[in-house]
């Protein structure tokens, strides 16, 4: 589950910056410094709104949708409306951010769906993930603690009380389902709607639910 088997992909602006850490949620605490800082060395494509705020002009953006920075939002991206990026967030290019969705401290790879009434915080999403409508990712635990992610017989510290869930490229989310704090989805993986998922879900496998999982052919 290292950040260079997950993100197979170099479809991101963000992508050699999540890939200098070993494992994706040691990104989380400094996305809002990339931001800052990349925002500042964007060419003339994108253009500065206000405070931290920085959209490529091909970018589409409901006049009802609601951005507070820092953010960056990449070419083609679209967010919708009332859709709603609560600060340090990266938009990849072509990517899509719905009705009544919400996102912060996250990065979306290149053409990624978020398009209903979905939830994403503290998270990473990969190359052309899909989150089906209603899928939420939870990035808190409810005992407030620390959150473990557990592979194998391997229990790996975050330090962090907010991690929410890391998709790989093409991963497919069904709808209704969520994806607990911690939460590990490698490449090319299929979550049937309706399910609690938590821990590191292998490769290439349709999940039908925790207990019944099989690897595609």
Known sequence: MKTKDIFISNNSIADSFIKGYEYPFEVLP??????????????DDYEKISDNIWIH???????????????IIDEGAEIRFNAYIRG??????????????EIKNSILYDNVQVPHFNYVGDSILGYK???GASSIISNLKSTKTNVVIKYKDEKIKTNLKKVGAFLGDNVEIGCGSVLNPGTVIMPNTNIYPLI???GVIEDNCIVKDMDNIVKKD
């Open 129 to 131: 993930s899909h989150m």
């Open 88 to 101: 340090n967030v990266i938009i990849g290019k072509n990517s899509v951010l719905g009705n009544s969705c």
């Open 196 to 198: 609690s998922i938590r």
């Open 30 to 43: 400094n996305i809002k410094n990339y931001i800052l800082e990349l925002g500042e060395s964007l060419n």
């Open 57 to 71: 002009r091909n970018a589409i953006i409901n006049k009802f949708s609601e951005i507070t920075g820092p953010c």
